[in-house]
């Protein structure tokens, strides 16, 4: 018998498992599938920002930035532990947008956010200022506030709400075709490890980001919006300076390039910004990319990075909807749905950001309401995520001062990280925690807790998605976890054991 669910979501980047978590939660049958990991794609190579877009407002995306800002303060509220404030510093320099513009732009910006909870912008003289002293030569300069964010762990537990609401998530397990028939779909789903199945929907979403045309083809349906594919690249390097604020730096093609303190020991510096052809899943960095961020970086700071100092990098493909502006920077970051509604209807979701995607999924549910039974209201506003709920007064601080005291063999570095990742779930994740010491603080209880509550199958989930452990895990360290999750997930594992414990793959 054929499983039969109300959609059919393809893709678990941030707007899949966005879509999942608020339709699981008004009552439909939702099933979610990824080709590969969950946030394997755009959604763990993003900037890690969550922003209104201070540069969209000279391409006039006013309404894009108006909407970014006021989910910026919603997402804060949900998941205060990985969407956290920070200063952006902007120094002044020769060949900056004048000062007047730059206040004008902040001035707007403060002002399109409306009252929330992060501090205005004002001007700094980075001369006097300690915010001035990593720069090369200091001088005016703006400092305003906007979030940081743990993009792909903001994937993962918006999927865990979802799951826990009755989505069912398959991870590693691609739509390989569909078959429109007038009432509903009929799916063919693959397994890396060969099995196939096959599904109903009414509705298929097809939130595949930067593959949407190709999910399309898949459907037997051509793409009737163009779709812009645009590579960004990122490098970390040893931490440039100390400090928990980011500096927006001005580049001499006009373009803005971030540096944002990245784990404890590191800075995260991007982006590019290159047309895109080809398999997304090939795209990386190049050398010119590489030498370019470096370069963008030196003309402002005293001591800057090579490419020699490069620890980590990544790439990746931002889908975004063609709006035939001459340069990538220029196109727009806000989504444009595709609702085809001329069979049983599918919706292809062009572009959009991060910061956005719980606004998308609500936006997606009103316009396939029409399409599916009664369902009740928007709700994900006020929902906190996992991890959001229980946190002590004071916050991260106290939450990682409660793990240290209740698990001394935690030390303050592991306490402060596992308080950032899991929010107030380390305390459950901990509980009776025993076992093999991986080393750098990552004991067998999180490992154990990734792979039955959060999906993940290989070394590389774990280290560079889920945790970012791999920037100072040794070689035998890593071999060590991926033996651990050799046994654990014995390679005869078939297709239910990308269900997290608790949940049935395959229903
Ligand atoms: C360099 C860069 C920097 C960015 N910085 C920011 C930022 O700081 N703040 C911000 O708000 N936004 C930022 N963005 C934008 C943001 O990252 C993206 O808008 C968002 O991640 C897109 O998510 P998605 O779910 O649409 O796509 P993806 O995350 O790419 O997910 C699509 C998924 O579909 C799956 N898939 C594809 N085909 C199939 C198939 N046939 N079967 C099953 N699964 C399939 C893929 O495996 C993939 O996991 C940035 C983007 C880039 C590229």
Aim: charged share 25%.
């Amino acid at each position: 018998m054929t499983d039969s669910y109300d959609l059919l979501i393809v893709g678990g980047g941030i707007n899949g498992v966005a879509i999942a978590r608020d339709a699981a939660g008004r009552g439909l049958r939702v099933l979610l599938c990824d080709k590969g990991d969950l946030a394997g794609a755009t959604s763990s190579a993003s900037s890690k920002l969550v922003h209104g877009g201070l540069r969209y407002l000279e391409h006039g995306d006013f309404r894009l930035v108006r909407e970014s800002l006021a989910e910026r303060e919603v997402l804060l509220r949900l998941a205060p532990y990985l969407v956290r404030p920070m200063s952006f510093v902007l120094p002044q320099g020769p060949g900056s947008r004048p000062g007047w513009l730059v206040r004008a732009g902040l001035f707007l910006y403060d002002r399109l956010g409306g009252a929330g909870s992060l501090p205005g912008a004002r001007a700094l003289d980075l001369r006097q200022d300690p915010l001035g002293r990593p720069l090369r030569a200091p001088g005016a300069g703006f400092v305003y506030a906007d979030c940081r964010v743990d993009d792909a762990r903001l994937t993962v537990v918006t999927a865990r709400d979802a799951a826990a609401r009755g989505a069912v998530i398959l991870t590693r397990t691609a739509l390989v075709a569909a078959q429109r028939e007038p009432d509903s779909w009929r799916a063919g789903l693959q397994h890396e490890k060969g099995e196939r199945h096959e599904v109903a929907a009414r509705v298929l979403v097809n939130a595949a980001g930067p593959w949407v045309a190709d999910v399309l083809r898949r459907a037997g349906l051509p793409a009737h919006r163009a779709l812009r594919l645009v590579k960004g690249s990122h490098i970390v390097v040893p931490r440039l300076y100390e400090g928990e604020h980011a500096y927006l730096l001005q580049n001499d093609d006009g373009r803005i390039v971030f540096v944002i303190p990245f784990e404890r020991a590191f800075s995260l510096i991007g982006t590019t910004e290159l047309p895109f052809t080809g398999d997304p899943a090939t795209a990386a960095i190049s050398e010119e990319e590489i030498a370019y961020l470096c370069r963008a970086v030196a003309r402002w700071f005293a001591k800057p990075p090579g490419p020699a100092e490069v620890v980590w990098h990544y790439a990746g493909v931002r889908p975004l909807y063609e709006d035939r502006a001459r340069s990538a920077s220029a196109v727009t970051r806000d989504y444009v749905f595709d609702l085809d509604t001329s069979g049983a209807p599918i919706l292809s979701i062009f572009g959009g950001k991060l910061t956005t995607h719980r606004r998308l999924a609500e936006h997606a549910l009103t316009r396939l309401a029409p399409s599916l039974p009664e369902i009740g209201p928007a709700w994900t506003a006020g929902s906190l995520l996992p991890g959001g709920k229980d946190l002590p007064e004071g916050g991260i601080a106290a939450l990682a001062e409660e793990l240290a005291r209740d698990h001394p063999a935690l030390d303050a570095p592991t306490a402060e990280r596992l308080a950032r990742s899991y929010g107030s779930e380390a305390r459950e994740m901990l509980r009776g925690a025993q076992g093999e010491d991986f080393g750098h603080g990552f004991c067998e209880a999180e490992l154990r807790w990734l792979v039955e509550k959060e999906w993940a199958a290989t070394a590389e989930d774990v280290l560079w998605r889920r945790t970012k452990l791999g920037l100072v895990m040794e070689q035998r360290q890593v071999e060590r976890i991926g033996a651990y999750l050799a046994r654990v997930r014995p390679a005869s594992l078939a297709v239910a054991a990308s269900a997290p414990a608790g949940q049935t793959a395959y229903r």
